[in-house]
C-alpha cells in the first residue's frame, strides 16, 4: 500500500519534482531572474537619452559608451542565461554588474535615518538576493557541464 505523503519527507518532493524539475519551470525560472535586466535592458535601448542620463546621475563617463556597454550586458548576458550558451558566463556578468551597480547606487548607508534609507537598505540587500541567484545559476551550470 502506498504511503501517504509527508510534508516534510520525500513524498512532497516526489509530488512537486515532475513540475519543478521540467525544462518549463527552469526556464520560468531564469525568465524571472532576468526580467529585470531584459525590462532595463531593452528600456535604455528604446530611450537612449535616457540611458545616458542615467549614465551621467552617476558619474559615469563617457556615458554613451557606458550606456551602450549596460544594454549590451543586460541584453547579452541574459540571453546566454535563458539559451544556456555559456550560461555561466553570462550569471557572472549580471551577479557582477549588480554588485558594482548596486554598490553605486543604493548607499543607504550614506543617508540619514528614514524612510529613504529604509527603502534604500531593502533594495539593496534584495540585489544582494539577485547576486547570489546568479551565483547558484553560475555553479549549478559549470557542476552539469563538468558531470
Same mark, same amino acid.
Given at each position: 500500500m502506498p504511503r501517504p505523503?509527508?510534508?516534510t519527507g520525500h513524498g512532497l518532493s516526489a509530488a512537486v519534482r515532475p513540475v519543478?524539475? @521540467?525544462? $518549463?519551470?527552469? +526556464?520560468?525560472?531564469?525568465l524571472a531572474l532576468c526580467s529585470a535586466y531584459l525590462q532595463g535592458g531593452f528600456v535604455k535601448l528604446t530611450d537612449f537619452s535616457g540611458a545616458v542620463a542615467e549614465m551621467n546621475h552617476?558619474?559615469? @563617463?563617457? $556615458?554613451?559608451? +557606458?550606456a551602450g556597454a549596460v544594454i549590451v550586458l543586460e541584453l547579452g548576458a541574459s540571453m546566454m542565461i535563458l539559451t544556456g550558451r555559456l550560461r555561466w558566463l553570462g550569471a557572472l556578468a549580471?551577479?557582477?554588474f549588480t554588485l558594482l551597480a548596486?554598490?553605486?547606487?543604493?548607499?543607504?548607508?550614506?543617508?540619514p535615518a528614514g524612510q529613504a534609507r529604509f527603502m534604500a537598505a531593502n533594495s539593496f540587500f534584495?540585489?544582494?538576493g539577485l547576486v547570489?541567484?546568479?551565483l547558484l545559476v553560475a555553479w549549478?551550470?559549470?557542476?552539469?557541464?563538468r558531470a
Amino acid at each position: 500500500m502506498p504511503r501517504p505523503y509527508s510534508v516534510t519527507g520525500h513524498g512532497l518532493s516526489a509530488a512537486v519534482r515532475p513540475v519543478f524539475a @521540467s525544462r $518549463a519551470a527552469r +526556464f520560468l525560472a531564469y525568465l524571472a531572474l532576468c526580467s529585470a535586466y531584459l525590462q532595463g535592458g531593452f528600456v535604455k535601448l528604446t530611450d537612449f537619452s535616457g540611458a545616458v542620463a542615467e549614465m551621467n546621475h552617476f558619474g559615469l @563617463s563617457p $556615458a554613451p559608451l +557606458f550606456a551602450g556597454a549596460v544594454i549590451v550586458l543586460e541584453l547579452g548576458a541574459s540571453m546566454m542565461i535563458l539559451t544556456g550558451r555559456l550560461r555561466w558566463l553570462g550569471a557572472l556578468a549580471l551577479a557582477g554588474f549588480t554588485l558594482l551597480a548596486t554598490g553605486m547606487a543604493l548607499r543607504f548607508w550614506e543617508l540619514p535615518a528614514g524612510q529613504a534609507r529604509f527603502m534604500a537598505a531593502n533594495s539593496f540587500f534584495e540585489h544582494l538576493g539577485l547576486v547570489g541567484g546568479f551565483l547558484l545559476v553560475a555553479w549549478l551550470d559549470l557542476r552539469e557541464r563538468r558531470a
